[in-house]
């Protein structure tokens, strides 16, 4: 997948995205940080990202396995700790922190509903923000 990333004077970045930069998207920063808020910011697209990455991941493991499954609700907060946050909560911690809630709607056993919350940690977003990633500066 690629992304473009054009930033002019104010922080509001135009974004272009896809395999043939199809997809037109904002990001901005909040008025109280000097934006416009004129869209998400970074972290809120990374945020995005994984709830969207989660709930279609979820979604296809329904369709392929046959669960009647209504809706997913992806809950997602990404933050970075602040220094004195980072400092307390030890030395091994990652300066980031993300929190994600899944709500899934319905017919479906317990077991079923249980497989579908491992199944979540698998979407390829998961997986990047978990094993990492080989970052190329070209």
Same mark, same amino acid.
């Given at each position: @997948?690629?992304?473009? %990333?054009?930033?002019?004077?104010?922080?509001?970045?135009?974004?272009?995205?896809?395999?043939?930069?199809?997809? +037109?998207?904002? +990001?901005?920063?909040?008025?109280?940080?000097?934006?416009? #808020?004129?869209?998400?910011?970074? @972290?809120? !697209?990374l945020a995005a990202a994984l709830g969207a990455c989660t709930a279609a991941?979820? $979604?296809?493991?329904? #369709?392929?396995?046959?669960?009647? !499954?209504? +809706? /997913?609700?992806?809950?997602?907060?990404?933050?970075? $700790?602040?220094?004195?946050?980072?400092?307390? %909560?030890?030395?091994?911690?990652?300066?980031? /922190? /993300?929190?994600?809630?899944?709500? !899934?709607?319905?017919? @479906?056993?317990?077991?079923?509903?249980?497989? @579908? !919350?491992?199944? %979540?940690?698998?979407?390829?977003? #998961?997986? %990047?923000?978990?094993?990492? /990633?080989?970052?190329?500066?070209?």
């Open positions: @997948m690629k992304a473009i %990333a054009t930033i002019g004077t104010t922080f509001r970045t135009d974004l272009k995205v896809g395999a043939g930069l199809e997809h +037109s998207l904002v +990001s901005d920063e909040p008025k109280e940080d000097g934006g416009e #808020n004129a869209g998400p910011t970074a @972290m809120g !697209l991941t979820l $979604r296809s493991y329904a #369709n392929h396995k046959g669960i009647k !499954l209504d +809706s /997913v609700t992806v809950e997602v907060d990404a933050s970075r $700790r602040k220094p004195s946050e980072q400092a307390a %909560a030890g030395e091994e911690a990652k300066a980031t /922190v /993300v929190t994600k809630k899944i709500t !899934l709607q319905g017919d @479906m056993t317990e077991e079923q509903r249980a497989r @579908m !919350l491992e199944i %979540a940690e698998k979407c390829p977003v #998961n997986k %990047a923000l978990i094993q990492g /990633v080989d970052l190329i500066h070209e």
